[in-house]
């Protein structure tokens, strides 16, 4: 609660490796972003992004790449919103991959890469439970205490993925 109010990137960065919080830290790209805005960024932020192994993740891959150009020992995710396709061909550290189009068959076979697969969820528990259940490496979410403190209890919650079947299929 100390550190509630956090004006600036470069401030929050700062506070987190005080506090010795790595983070998962996400490059918001839109159609008017600067070609040169991952390279831009690993230049402005570099002392503080190799203080804790901090990570990135995006939608733009080519700013990720970027990135990892400048910061080659920076882990770099690719955030997928529609989950299909081969994904794991990328080059990067980890993915992490929208609940809502998160199935068995995509989360296994970008496990088999071997790289970490995070989900991001809509912070509710039945969401947090299925993405526990589906066998992601971790969440991404704002309800950090909520996943805490999850309990997942195979037997009982089975019909989730039961739920999460016809759901793909629908």
Known sequence: ???????MFGDYLRIANKLKQPL?????VTNHSDQ????RFAKQFKPQLTVLPHRVHSIGYPFLRQVKRQIPGMDIGLVTMLNFGNIGHYQVDFYTLQHLTANPFLISSVGETGRPVYSWTDDSKL???????LGTTGQVTDQAFRLQHLRVNYQRDRWILLLNSLQNYL
């Open 1 to 7: 609660k100390r550190y509630h109010h956090v004006d």
């Open 24 to 28: 998962i830290i996400e490059l918001k």
């Open 127 to 133: 969401s947090m439970v299925r993405m526990e259940m």
């Open 36 to 39: 040169q805005m991952g390279t």
